[in-house]
C-alpha cells in the first residue's frame, strides 16, 4: 500500500511495520515536525518516554559506528556504561541513595573508586581526612595541611622518603 495511514483511534499491526524511503523514514510521537529519526514530545508533561523490563535489569543500548555504550537500571541503582553485563570495571553505578561507584557496583560512600585516581588538579577537603590504609599518598610537588595536621600513624611504621620542611614545632 502507499499513501498516508491515518488514524482517530488506536493502530495495530501483527508484523512489521518497515518504512526506509520517502517521509516514512521518521516515528513522530506528538509533533508533527520531524528533526530526528525518532522524536518524542510529551507536551508538558514531563516524563517523555518509558522503557520497561520484567526481569532485574533494563538497558538502552546506544552504538556508532560498532562502538556501543548504554544506560541501564538494575536493582535500584543508575548504571552507566560499555559493558551490559552489569558487573564490569568499566561501568559507572548510581545507587538510590546518592552512593556513586566507579568500577564498583556496590558503592558504600558518596564516591567509591575500584582502581587508581588521577588528577591534574588539587584533591581538597574543608573538614574530612585523606586517608589511606593499606597504600600511600604521594606529591610530585607538596603535600600540605592549611590549619590541620599531617599524621603519619606509628613512626616506626611509617616510610618516609625525600624532604621536609616545617613552618611550626614538631
Not at 2 to 11: D, Q
Not at 32 to 60: C, E, H, R, W, Y
Amino acid at each position: 500500500t502507499t499513501g498516508n495511514i491515518s488514524s482517530s483511534g488506536a493502530i495495530s499491526a501483527s508484523g512489521n511495520i518497515i518504512g526506509d524511503t520517502g517521509s516514512f523514514n521518521r516515528v513522530n510521537i506528538g509533533t508533527t515536525t520531524p528533526a530526528q529519526i525518532l522524536n518524542v514530545n510529551s507536551g508538558t508533561a514531563d516524563a517523555v518516554a518509558k522503557f520497561a523490563s520484567t526481569d532485574t535489569k533494563a538497558f538502552i543500548i546506544l552504538e556508532d559506528n560498532g562502538d556501543q555504550g548504554y544506560i541501564g537500571v538494575q536493582t535500584n541503582r543508575l548504571v552507566l556504561g560499555t559493558n551490559t553485563d552489569f558487573t564490569s570495571t568499566d561501568n559507572v553505578y548510581i545507587k538510590n541513595d546518592g552512593n556513586v561507584g566507579i568500577g564498583n557496583s556496590s558503592p558504600s560512600s558518596k564516591l567509591t573508586v575500584s582502581g587508581d585516581i588521577g588528577s591534574t588538579g588539587n584533591i581538597t577537603t574543608s573538614t574530612g581526612n585523606i586517608t589511606t590504609s593499606t597504600g600511600y599518598i604521594s606529591s610530585a610537588t607538596n603535600i600540605t595541611a592549611s590549619g590541620g595536621n599531617i599524621s603519619l600513624g606509628e613512626l616506626g611504621a611509617a616510610n618516609i622518603v625525600g624532604h621536609f620542611s616545617f613552618k611550626n614545632q614538631l
